[in-house]
Nanobody, 121 residues
């Protein structure tokens, strides 16, 4: 089994910063894409940022220039540095990993439990 555990959420004023972390553990053979999604109340879950094992990144337009995703492949960990936060960034942030386990030849899509980010105006 695979577990993704997030940390680093919280309450911050507009213009502030937070850093999210997500560590994957378990019977991992390889990790392809790791990333972050978010879901605000009454809205669908949306992609925030992703990074492949080779370092290619993708960001949703609303966070470009403010958020930075990074990975430590040796630690199976992905980070999201969030700067200049805005009230509209308020959401539950979920870590995602496309992971192949040691007992399968197929990749699976795994999610963390989510961490709340609240930005006050």
């Amino acid at each position: 089994q695979v577990q993704l555990v997030e940390s680093g959420g919280g309450l911050v004023q507009a213009g502030g910063s937070l850093r999210l972390s997500c560590a994957a553990s378990g019977s991992i053979f390889s990790i392809d894409v790791m990333g972050w999604y978010r879901q605000a109340p009454g809205k669908q879950r949306e992609l925030v940022a992703t990074m492949t094992s080779g370092g290619s990144t993708r960001y949703t337009d609303s966070v470009k220039g403010r958020f930075t995703i990074s990975r430590d492949n040796a630690k199976n960990t992905v980070y999201l540095q969030m700067n200049n936060l805005k009230p509209e960034d308020t959401a539950v942030y979920y870590c995602n990993g496309v992971i192949r386990t040691r007992t399968s030849t197929l990749q699976g899509n795994y999610w963390g439990q989510g961490t709340q980010v609240t930005v006050s105006s």
